[in-house]
């Protein structure tokens, strides 16, 4: 049986957090601004060719253009997420979903 992993606050309250489970790379736009917030190295930026093959980006360097049709993020080390939702927070787009972590 598992339950759901839960923490209990200094002031007695009970605080579920909820981790990043998937991305939507259809809404996503590359922007970036998710990737510039995460504190802990969950998201990559990667190019999309026309066959959807995926080319890691450098997100500084916008000089790769011509090799993919558009950039979108990835979760590339889901196991490092501590639950921020930071990165849902400040998606224009909406792309994110996250969910609490079973124990």
């Known amino acids: 049986m598992s339950a759901t992993f839960n923490v209990t606050l200094p002031s007695g309250a009970v605080w579920t957090p909820t981790f990043v489970a998937a991305l939507d790379d259809q809404k996503c736009i590359g922007c970036g601004r998710c990737f510039k917030v995460c504190p802990r190295g969950v998201l990559e ?42 990165c849902a927070k400040i998606c224009p787009k909406k792309c994110y979903t996250h969910a609490a972590a079973l124990v």
């Open 45 to 86: 930026l990667v190019g999309l060719t026309e066959e959807g093959e995926r080319i890691t980006v450098d997100i500084d360097d916008d000089d790769d253009d011509e090799e993919y049709e558009k950039k979108v993020m990835t979760i590339a080390h889901q196991e490092l997420c501590i639950g921020c939702t930071a």
